[in-house]
């Protein structure tokens, strides 16, 4: 079965840091990009940041650029997202997702930014 | 920006059209639209990619296209379970964008 499997969310104070991971299971996932999206509460998804299979190309929304970083480890078929600086924010469910045919979406690791 | 219908109503059976539109100018292929759906408590559902392909779950009233430089998601025979906010998303280069959503009540 296809799938995504997000995990890593937390509670975390202003300034803190945390490490999303997304582990890809049934596709071929060194062959795709991948991405991460946020959904805030009550709000619509924001993308957060790409990046083409083989790691070396990278893209990221403004608001997060220099305090997010997005990597891949094709070898374990995983993505990972180390979120540095946090504000509040920032707070938000975090989703991994696939593209083209595999966009389908792991289930979201909630990040809480407060004090 | 990418900027969708706010809110749109159909009526059961009925046929209803979802427009997606860039600020930047005209849609193309190669921004590859997707359309999502997402209902209360539950995460964004991918329903179509690169402008018109489907997913085994995607109900086959449901369709995608390029219009006049838009993006469209089309319902045709709109069931209850329909009710939702439809999102889109292009990409620009490696850069996704997602539209605000529109908000499907079938009444």
């Known amino acids: 079965e296809m799938q995504l499997v997000d995990s890593g969310g937390g509670l975390v104070q202003p300034g803190g840091s945390l490490r999303l991971s997304c582990a890809a299971f049934?596709?071929?996932?060194?062959?795709?990009?991948m991405t991460w999206v946020r959904q805030a509460p009550g709000k619509g998804p924001e993308w957060v940041a790409s990046?083409?299979?083989?790691?070396?190309?990278?893209y990221y929304v403004d608001s997060v650029k220099g305090r997010f970083t997005i990597f891949r480890d094709n070898a374990k078929n995983s993505l990972v997202l180390q979120l540095n600086s946090l504000r509040a924010e920032d707070t938000a469910l975090y989703h991994c997702m696939g593209t083209g045919r595999y966009a389908f979406w792991g289930q979201g690791s909630l990040v809480t930014v407060s004090s | 920006v990418v900027t969708q219908e706010p809110s749109m109503t159909v009526s059961p059976g009925g046929t209803v059209t979802l427009t997606c539109v860039s600020s930047t100018g005209s849609v193309t292929n190669s921004n590859y639209p997707y359309w999502f759906q997402q209902k209360p408590g539950q995460a964004p559902r991918t329903l179509i990619y690169?402008?018109?392909l489907k997913f085994s779950w995607t109900p086959a009233r449901f369709s995608g296209s390029l219009i006049g430089g838009k993006a469209t998601l089309t319902l045709s025979g709109a069931q209850p379970e329909d009710e939702a906010v439809y999102y889109c998303?292009?990409?620009?280069?490696?850069?996704?964008?997602f539209g605000g959503g529109t908000r499907l009540t079938v009444l």
């Open positions: 998303s292009f990409a620009f280069g490696g850069v996704g964008v």
């Open positions: 049934g596709f071929t996932f060194d062959t795709y990009w």
């Open positions: 990046i083409n299979p083989d790691g070396s190309d990278k």
């Open positions: 690169d402008t018109s």
